[in-house]
């Protein structure tokens, strides 16, 4: 899976929010500063071209969807990022996220029994 720009990342985030969107719908959803309708449907052609966006035509209108998963998506963004930088090791993911990030005492608490409930799961 090929990786999104940031700007196509942005345009991605309001589609999968909308799931589907015409033009219009799209360029509502940016706050302003909005940019211009040809960006956008230049950052369309990209992300149609990369395979994550299709659309349906309606005469002259292109509703606009999501190909991919934001979750798949997501999923394989991190899982590159721990093989790139961290030696393939999870773990070594975590200790990275857990101490050079400001967490809070409840959101590590939070994290704590998220992994302690998926240690349960494997347990089944």
């Avoid at 309001?14 to 219009?24: G, R, T, Y």
């Avoid at 071209?49 to 349906?56: C, L, P």
Wanted: avoid cysteine.
């Amino acid at each position: 899976m090929q990786q999104l720009t940031n700007a196509e990342e942005q345009l991605m985030e309001h589609l999968w929010k909308l799931e589907k969107a015409f033009m219009k719908d799209l360029l509502e959803a940016y706050q302003k500063p909005k940019p211009a309708t040809t960006t956008v449907a230049t950052l369309l052609k990209r992300m149609i071209d990369k395979q994550f966006v299709a659309y349906n035509e309606f005469g002259n209108s292109r509703e606009y969807y999501p190909l991919v998963n934001k979750t798949d998506y997501f999923s394989k963004h991190v899982n590159g990022l721990i093989s790139n930088f961290f030696n393939n090791s999870a773990s070594q993911f975590a200790s990275f996220f857990t101490t050079e990030t400001n967490l809070s005492q409840s959101e590590l608490e939070e994290l704590k029994k998220i992994i302690d409930s998926e240690i349960q799961k494997k347990k089944k």
